[in-house]
């Protein structure tokens, strides 16, 4: 069974930085590509980077160029860097991947952006 366990979230101040993990078992030896996604209040979910079996990256509008999303394929490990977070960066943050096609999904992680 897919397992995916999201950390890292927190209360941040504006310019500030976290980074999440999501921590993957249950998928074999196999790579998948991951994603995250968010939810902020009132709004549906969204993509903001997916990251390829072979590494290569997306990433949403709004993230560009203060996100980065990685992987430690070692530690079955993605990993998403934020930098520069804004207020509107408020969010439920998700880890998800697809796997032989049933998408799975972690219990989201939240970050909270705030003076």
């Known amino acids: 069974q897919v397992q995916l366990v999201e950390s890292g979230g927190g209360l941040v101040q504006p310019g500030g930085s976290l980074r999440l993990s999501c921590a993957a078992s249950?998928?074999?030896?196999?790579?998948?590509?991951m994603a995250w996604y968010r939810q902020a209040p009132g709004k549906q979910r969204e993509l903001i980077a997916v990251?390829?079996?072979?590494?290569?990256?997306t990433y949403a509008d709004p993230v560009k160029g203060r996100f980065t999303i990685s992987r430690e394929n070692a530690k079955n490990t993605v990993y998403l860097q934020m930098n520069s977070l804004k207020f509107e960066d408020t969010a439920v943050y998700y880890c998800?991947?697809?796997?032989?096609?049933?998408?799975?999904w972690g219990q989201g992680t939240q970050v909270t952006v705030s003076s």
């Open positions: 998800n991947t697809v796997v032989q096609a049933r998408a799975y």
């Open positions: 990251i390829s079996s072979a590494g290569s990256t």
């Open positions: 249950g998928m074999g030896s196999r790579l998948y590509a």
